[in-house]
């Protein structure tokens, strides 16, 4: 069972960028597809970015051409660049397999985009 750690939230202004990092328990993890999810107050967690094995990316409409996520298998990461940063995207981003089954969900990151 693979266990996540992400970081890298915070608060930032609309128009600013954000990296967000997640490490995984268990080198097993690059067997499978990763993405990164949020959730909004009141929302219910949506996918924002998914990346699989062989690197093929997909990502919500909401955030296309502003994120990009990518993964580093030697060093059991994913990422997530968040540039153009809206306040829509306040939420807690979470990092988990980008297929079910889901691992157990960490924490999380807050990330709050505000003036």
């Known amino acids: 069972q693979v266990q996540f750690v992400e970081s890298g939230g915070g608060l930032v202004q609309p128009g600013g960028s954000l990296k967000l990092s997640c490490a995984a328990s268990a080198s097993i993890f690059s067997f499978f597809a990763m993405g990164w999810y949020r959730q909004a107050p009141g929302k219910q967690r949506e996918s924002v970015a998914t990346?699989?094995?062989?690197?093929?990316?997909n990502y919500a409409d909401s955030v296309k051409g502003r994120f990009t996520i990518s993964r580093d298998n030697a060093k059991n990461m994913v990422y997530l660049q968040m540039n153009s940063l809206k306040p829509e995207d306040t939420a807690v981003y979470y990092c988990?397999?980008?297929?079910?089954?889901?691992?157990?969900w960490g924490q999380g990151t807050q990330v709050t985009v505000s003036s």
């Open positions: 988990n397999r980008g297929i079910r089954p889901y691992d157990y």
């Open positions: 990346i699989t094995t062989a690197g093929t990316t």
